[in-house]
Nanobody, 128 residues
Framework: QVQLVESGGGLVQAGGSLRLSCVAS????????MSWFRQAPGKEREFVAA???????YYGGSVKGRFTISRDNAKNTVYLQMNSLKAEDSAVYYC??????????????????????WGQGTQVTVSS
């Protein structure tokens, strides 16, 4: 399995910004499909963003235009830049990896079942 460690969460005022980081193990990180999900109390885990080997990106509708996912293969790291944060963005944010992507699609990468490995999560709290 891939080990994933998130960091960068915290408390921020509405309208502010945070950048989350996720460091992954593995010598073939450049081929991984990486993603961010989030889960708020009482809600299901929600797709936020994904990025593939060629840096093609996918976004959930609630964050498009505000969040940006990126990766640095030399550092085995994926980032989530979050701008214009809203109270409804408050959640635990999880990094996920598919280390053996066979097929990829907009709908496929948004499914929990697409990913084999998950980080421990990092809390993001946005005050209104």
């Amino acid at each position: 399995q891939v080990q994933l460690v998130e960091s960068g969460g915290g408390l921020v005022q509405a309208g502010g910004s945070l950048r989350l980081s996720c460091v992954a193990s593995g010598r073939t990180f450049s081929s991984y499909v990486m993603s961010w999900f989030r889960q708020a109390p009482g809600k299901e885990r929600e797709f936020v963003a994904a990025i593939n080997w060629s840096a093609y990106t996918y976004y959930g509708g609630s964050v498009k235009g505000r969040f940006t996912i990126s990766r640095d293969n030399a550092k085995n790291t994926v980032y989530l830049q979050m701008n214009s944060l809203k109270a409804e963005d408050s959640a635990v944010y999880y990094c996920a990896a598919n280390a053996n992507p066979i097929l990829e699609s907009r709908t496929g990468v948004a499914k929990l079942s697409y990913y084999d490995d998950w980080g421990q999560g990092t809390q993001v709290t946005v005050s209104s």
